[in-house]
């Protein structure tokens, strides 16, 4: 009765498959990773974060970074609204004075970058700096 011992072991692994899975689950206690603990391959290479304190009138702050994206937290310490230019690149929300924001200034090769503010007259009052991208 070749075919009553197959419809038997069948039975046996329907029964037991669930009783495995449960067990595995329930006993772990620890959350499944989300997504975004997954790095994909197009995320393997992690932003440099650099910190830049605005003023009347300067930008101040960790002016050196490795090549590679970058994200400037930038920190209004002024007592009027500032932003900041990369110049030749993109330009960052205008803060209000006592607030920060994240600015990501995408991929930066190796080499020097101006950073200045683009309200009217701040640069020339002294809110620029060079930001330095080294290898
Ligand atoms: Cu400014």
């Known amino acids: 009765m070749p075919q009553r011992r197959l419809l038997i072991v069948l039975a046996v692994l329907l029964l037991s498959a669930p009783s495995c899975r449960t067990g595995t689950y329930d006993t772990s206690g620890r959350p499944w990773p989300t997504t975004s603990e997954v790095p994909t391959k197009s995320e393997n290479t992690a932003s440099t974060t650099a910190s830049l304190d605005l003023a009347e009138f300067s930008i101040n702050g960790e002016l050196q970074v490795p090549a590679g994206p970058v994200v400037l937290t930038l920190r209004n310490n002024g007592v009027i609204e500032h ?49 330095t991208v080294v290898r």
Request: charged letters at 15%; a negative charge; one cysteine or more.
């Open 83 to 131: 932003n900041v230019r990369l110049v030749g690149g993109p330009v960052s929300e205008t803060l209000p004075a006592n607030s920060t924001s994240q600015f990501d200034v995408g991929e930066l090769a190796a080499g020097t970058y101006e950073l200045i503010c683009e309200l009217p007259g701040h640069q020339d009052a002294g809110m620029i700096a060079t930001l």
